[in-house]
Each structure stands twice: as C-alpha cells, then as structure tokens.
C-alpha cells in the first residue's frame, strides 16, 4: 500500500530553535500533501494544505509566518517551525494524496507523526 | 463550519461486536473515511465509503451510511484487544482540495 514517511519521529529542543519536519510520499507521487497539528487526546487540526510548485494554502488561525511549509517535489514536503516556543509542543502530523487515482477516489495516507516538545 | 461528531469513548468485552457512531454535515461529502490510530502513532486508512453506496463490507469491518440523516457507523466484528485505538471518522469537505474534516475520535477500550 501506499506508504508516507515522516521525519524526524520526535524531537526535543531549547525554546527559539527552529525545526524542520519532512514528510516524503516513498512509492507514489503527490500534488497535495496535508499538514495536521493534534493536541493530547484531540482531533487532528488541518493546518495547511501544501501544494506542489505553488504556496500552501494555510486554514484560518495558522500563522503562514511561524508554520513555513515547502513542497518542492512530488515526493516531498516540508513543515518548518520557526522560533519554536513551548506553546509550539504537539504532535505533527502529515498525509499525502495519490496524484495517479482519481481525484475523487484518494484517501490520504498518514505518515507516523512528529512529537515535537520545545523546553 | 462543516463538522463532524462522535461519541468519545466505548468499551466492549473481548469477543463482541463494536459499532462507533458518526455525524457529519457536509451533504455533499462524497467520500467518508474511517481511520484508527495506536498510541503515539499516526493514522491507519481503515476502510471508506462512497456516499452513493448504504453498506461496505470488508472482512471484520461493516460501514453503514445513512445519507438521509447523515450518519455513518463502523461496526467490528468479533472484537479483539488489538482492536483498542481511537477511531476517527473523516469526511471530505467539497469547499476545496478535498480536504478532510475529522470528528473528535472515539477511543474504543476491550476488556477481555
């Protein structure tokens, strides 16, 4: 099955750090990736949607400044939390959508999430 | 907003028949997914239906969707203790992209 690999699993670092976060579709090509925050024991929140060749398209609340994302390849995208601060702690979450199925047919596929804890 | 809703937790005995509950409403969601998710771990496609279709089997897993009312279930079968996870419901938004609106997940607790 389609597989999406996110890295890094998890990272710990001092407060005003920045942290890049890559997620790379391994066997399929992607137009669109998506960007999910989820809080302890919450529902994911759609942060962006990531297109390929163009800029993402952020949901309202989500500063386009803190939250860079880069999607530079059909394979990979990228999630940069600038000047990380402790209220920045979650777990990342990214997905990507199969460019070959049809539009309608494409259930995104998750990558195992980044647990980001900024001290 | 479009939104979707779930009950937050169940808990079945080892062996019996699970069914997680969803709303949506979004009328012109055309897919509905189901995904679950293991502690620290992201989210495992399950199974999904198209919103033109009332049943979808597949092995231990049953969709139900009632699109008059909006409300899709997932039923398991004989439940094991592997089964335990939170379950989310997801429903495609039509406003653009395609994006995913997800319910709160229903944490699912088996108890032997």
């Known amino acids: 099955g389609a597989v999406v690999s996110q890295h890094p699993s998890r990272v710990i670092c001092k407060s005003g750090t920045s942290v890049k976060i890559e997620c790379r579709s391994l066997d399929f090509q992607a137009t669109t990736m998506f960007w999910y925050r989820q809080f302890p024991k919450k529902s994911l929140m759609l942060m962006a949607t990531s297109n390929e060749g163009s800029k993402a398209t952020y949901e309202q609340g989500v500063e386009k400044d803190k939250f860079l994302i880069n999607h530079a390849s059909l394979t990979l995208s990228t999630l940069t939390v600038t000047s990380a601060h402790p209220e920045d702690s979650s777990f990342y979450i990214c997905s990507a959508r199969d460019l070959n199925r049809e539009i309608s047919n494409q259930p995104q596929h998750f990558g195992d999430g980044t647990r980001l804890s900024i001290l | 907003g479009e939104d979707v809703e779930q009950s937050l937790f169940l808990s079945v005995r080892e062996g019996d028949s699970s069914v997680i509950n969803c709303t949506y409403t979004d009328s012109s969601s055309t897919y509905l997914y189901w995904y679950k998710q293991e502690p620290g771990a992201g989210l495992q496609l399950l199974t999904y239906?198209?919103?033109?279709?009332d049943m979808k089997q597949d092995q231990r897993l049953t969709v139900l969707l009632n699109k008059k009312d909006k409300h899709l279930s997932l039923r398991i079968a004989d439940t094991q203790t592997g089964d335990s996870a939170i379950y989310f419901c997801?429903?495609?938004?039509?406003?653009?992209?395609?994006?995913?609106?997800f319910g709160a997940g229903t944490r699912l607790a088996v108890h032997p």
């Open positions: 997801a429903a495609v938004f039509s406003g653009g992209y395609n994006k995913l609106i």
């Open positions: 239906i198209f919103s033109n279709m």
